[in-house]
């Protein structure tokens, strides 16, 4: 009688791709789920007034867009496609608006200027209370 031992099992494998599935299914579960939570609709953003600034001391260049669209650039006016020239070499632009303009048309007058590699700051300016004697 001679005793046979069964054939050996190949060594049991794990496959770590299910793993790798779930984990990133639930990411994206978890992503769906906390980017719905917060509407659009009502966003609200609170524009920053600062503190003291006397107006001698404003950064320049400085280009202050009016109501009507009108532009002036340290005080000369500018027609609308002539800022980059107006400009020269300046790295850098203050951007000084009303603080009700609409953000739409600040940016797409800014658009429309083909400003190349110039960055653009915004200036605000604090407005005391009707009070205090000074705008």
Do not use: C
């Amino acid at each position: 009688m001679s005793l046979r031992l069964p054939p050996r099992r190949p060594p049991l494998v794990i496959d770590s791709g299910l793993a790798i599935v779930n984990i990133v299914l639930l990411l994206i579960f978890f992503f769906l789920t906390t980017g719905s939570l917060s509407s659009t609709r009502d966003f609200t953003v609170s524009l920053p007034d600062t503190s003291e600034l006397p107006l001698d001391l404003l950064p320049d260049p400085l280009l202050v867009l009016d109501a009507n669209g009108g532009m002036t650039l340290d005080g000369v006016a500018v027609a609308q496609g002539d800022l980059a020239e107006a400009l020269g070499d300046n790295p850098a632009l203050h951007v000084l608006a009303e603080r009700d303009a609409n953000a739409g048309v600040l940016l797409d007058t800014l658009a429309a200027e083909a400003l190349i590699a110039v960055e653009v700051r915004l200036v605000t300016v604090h407005r005391r209370a009707a009070g205090n004697g000074s705008p």
